[in-house]
């Protein structure tokens, strides 16, 4: 296990006072903090500038939220883990973390010994997600991204139009195609996630899961 002493953190969080004492935590506990941001773009450029051993980072920040700075980041290869510290456990945040590859997903009520037991984890090559998060809540997540990949390229694109709230009449011009068929592509689409047959069903699932679709 890499010393403590070793290990470079960066940590954001738009709470001043959340921000401070998770700073007083991890140096207290002898980890060494090189860097504080309070929103996004903050984040972002110390973690580019620093590449620190570890960035911990919460969702909900100004600019840039966790996800992005991560999508970001990781675009440009760094070689920093992530770590997710959120009051944010629902399952369409925990598809989003799984479909980013991050490393930790831990709550803002969790203990800091557990906030440890994730920095040795991911250390070691393993990925964390706190005790808090129903287990259910995992399975779904990956539930979900499994049904994804069922989607040919066609139907991935109009999920992204329905995610943006765009009308079948609109989705259908913008490609060309008859109203027909994107009322096909819908029913598949449908079948394939396998929900239910409520009115808007697809509709409202798009909405609940649009920051993970828009990746895809």
Same mark, same amino acid.
Request: hydrophobic share 45%; no cysteine.
């Given at each position: 296990m890499i010393s403590k002493k070793d290990i470079s953190i960066v940590i954001a969080d738009d709470h001043p006072m959340l921000l401070k004492g998770l700073y007083d935590e991890l140096t207290i506990h002898n980890y060494q903090v090189t860097g504080k941001a309070a929103n996004g773009m903050q984040a972002l450029e110390q973690i580019l500038t620093l590449e620190p051993t570890l960035a911990l980072l919460d969702i909900d920040m100004p600019l840039l939220n966790g996800f992005e700075v991560i999508k970001t980041a990781s675009e440009k290869k760094v070689s920093t883990k992530f770590i997710i510290l959120s009051f944010l456990k629902e399952t369409?945040? =925990?598809?989003?973390a799984k479909k980013l590859g991050i490393d930790g997903? #831990? #709550?803002k009520e969790d203990s800091f010994f557990e906030i440890e037991k994730c920095i040795r984890e991911i250390l070691q090559g393993n990925s964390y997600f706190s005790k808090a998060i129903d287990s259910s809540s995992l399975q779904n997540a990956s539930e979900e991204l499994k049904k994804l990949q069922f989607l040919t390229p066609s139907e991935t694109t109009i999920l992204k139009l329905i995610? $943006? $709230? =765009?009308?079948? =009449?609109?989705?259908?011009?913008? #490609?060309f195609v008859s109203k027909r068929t994107i009322e096909k592509h819908r029913s598949n689409i449908i079948s394939k996630l396998e929900l239910g047959k409520e009115t808007n069903t697809l509709t409202k699932w798009t909405l609940n899961h649009k920051n993970v679709i828009l990746e895809l």
């Open positions: 369409k945040y =925990i598809t989003q997903y #831990l #709550l995610a $943006q $709230q =765009i009308s079948t =009449i609109e989705i259908a011009d913008s #490609l």
